[in-house]
């Protein structure tokens, strides 16, 4: 499991036929008795194997993920297929042919944990690699571009996704609410509300840093990156009818489609890169380097190979390897940094603190978790510390038990910030409209794709107050006049009708 994968849990003993026991280590006669008075009478307090397991049945279930709860996963590696030594000195970069384990997880994001593999939503993507000088987190989705810019907006967002408060229902009204109140959003909505927006399958997708990375040397240089992953099994989704179809069938179909996939042999493989701007580029580059709304077109920006990620290996236990494996954009390693990207410096502490709530402050004690090398006696004590707890080592730098501490240079130029603390909020111009535009022209010259486009955005936006529906339409026009007239015709079209003797309910 996890790093140290070859190492069998001691829970396993599958070569064994081992004795059951309580919790506590004493055998059981019979697992399925109760102690009782006589035939008939009232059960016995210090009948510690049926409190026990009453009281663990109730606590089996830890936080489900406030976003990305559905999900699965496997185990893998990735391995080094190109020299890039010119942009980072990253040691599990540094050498063609090496190969690196690591652990992925996928996930549907606005659902609950029970939800249906096939709904509209965009896709987590997710690589824990398990390197020599610490674990990398790769936290990526599917679309190479997000609903926002801003950090302060991830939670009021996600609530519209989410529940309605008062009737706990997916509310069209607040989805497009916020949205059309967001008009940074439209690039991501013509994504989600395209076909690409109901994958076929997890092996059948693409995966994306969407932020802005650093890769960095030694003396100091660095280039700006994102990381791109691009399946080799070939892009494939679902019509909207097909996934609602399939959702009604097998909720769990990427679930199975993938634990199957990997059972048979076919294992899914994806093929990485690297879009690379140097810092006097980023400077001149149209858009915001740091905007996560935005891509960087290919023609400007292309793709550099770097590797091959594969997945080889199903988890053995699921809550144990997937629900509870914790993944950081603050998890990096040596030769890789954060850019400034305002949603990305934000996530590098919000994953991270979202696991010490969800699994405790030491759930990188998990062995899926765990590091290959990780020494740090001045992280101590907390809830489930399992790992000995660096026994005596004292947990102050100390003169009677020295550390070696490894220099790293951390990239300087470029990168040197001074000025007012200001609240800044960036407004909404003409420019967030024209990568929408080229996607819309896009699926233009894929047979039926803007067809669907526009009765997946009209199934949904029906169901919204006037309104909201209204400034939708505007929305839209803004992308394409033709774009905003069609949705509402056909919108329009699908709106319940008023009964005869009242109206329909109005909620926000």
Request: charged share 25%; net charge neutral.
């Amino acid at each position: 499991m996890g790093a140290d994968d070859n190492k069998p849990a001691s829970t396993y003993r599958y070569d064994e036929a081992p004795v059951y026991t309580t919790s506590n280590g004493c055998p059981v006669f019979n697992p399925e008795a109760s102690q009782r008075i006589g035939q008939n009478g009232p059960l016995l307090l210090q009948d510690f194997h049926l409190l026990d397991q009453l009281a663990h049945f109730n606590r089996e279930r830890v936080p489900e993920r406030v976003v990305h709860s559905k999900g699965s996963g496997s185990y893998g590696e990735f391995t080094v297929t190109d020299d890039v030594r010119d942009l980072t000195d990253a040691d599990v970069l540094n050498e063609i042919g090496k190969t690196t384990k690591c652990v992925v997880r996928f996930s549907t994001v606005g659902g609950e944990k029970g939800s249906a593999d096939s709904a509209r939503d965009p896709r987590g993507f997710s690589v824990k690699l398990y390197t020599q000088e610490g674990n990398w987190d790769w936290v990526f989705n599917n679309t190479p571009i997000f609903f926002l810019r801003q950090p302060a907006l991830f939670p009021l967002f996600i609530h519209t996704q989410k529940r309605h408060p008062q009737t706990n229902l997916k509310d069209a009204t607040m989805f497009w609410d916020y949205l059309s109140s967001h008009q940074e959003s439209i690039h991501q909505v013509m994504q989600l509300f395209s076909d690409r927006g109901t994958p076929y399958s997890y092996r059948h997708m693409n995966g994306y840093s969407g932020h802005t990375f650093k890769f960095c040397k030694a003396d100091g240089s660095f280039r700006y990156v994102q990381i791109h992953l691009k399946t080799d099994q070939g892009i494939k989704t679902f019509t909207n009818e097909e996934a609602g179809k399939m959702a009604s069938e097998n909720p769990d179909f990427s679930t199975e489609d993938l634990f199957r996939a990997i059972e048979r042999g076919e294992l899914p493989s994806w093929t990485v890169y690297v879009q690379v701007l140097e810092p006097a580029q980023a400077e001149k580059f149209r858009w915001n380097i740091f905007d996560l709304t935005k891509v960087w077109p290919h023609k400007e920006v292309p793709l550099r190979r770097i590797g091959k990620l594969t997945l080889n290996k199903n988890p053995e236990n699921y809550f144990a390897e997937i629900e509870q494996v914790a993944f950081s954009p603050g998890h990096v390693v040596p030769g890789v940094e954060p850019s400034a990207d305002p949603v990305l410096q934000s996530r590098t502490w919000a994953y991270s603190d979202a696991h010490r709530a969800r699994l405790s402050v030491n759930y990188q004690q998990i062995p899926v978790n765990c590091p290959v090398h990780a020494f740090n006696p001045y992280q101590r004590d907390g809830l489930m510390a399992v790992n000995g707890n660096y026994g005596s080592n004292p947990n102050y730098p100390s003169t009677f038990r020295p550390l070696k501490y490894k220099p790293t240079k951390g990239s300087e130029q470029h990168e040197t910030w001074a000025g007012k603390a200001v609240n800044f909020s960036q407004e909404v111009t003409d420019e967030d409209y024209v990568q929408a535009t080229g996607l819309w022209k896009v699926l233009g010259k894929q047979a039926g794709q803007q067809d669907n486009f526009v009765s997946n955005v009209a199934g949904h936006l029906s169901g919204a107050r006037v309104e909201v529906r209204r400034r939708t339409y505007e929305m839209f026009g803004k992308v394409d006049k033709s774009l905003g007239a069609r949705i509402e015709k056909d919108t329009e079209a699908k709106v319940p009708k008023v009964p005869a003797n009242g109206t329909l309910p109005a909620r926000l």
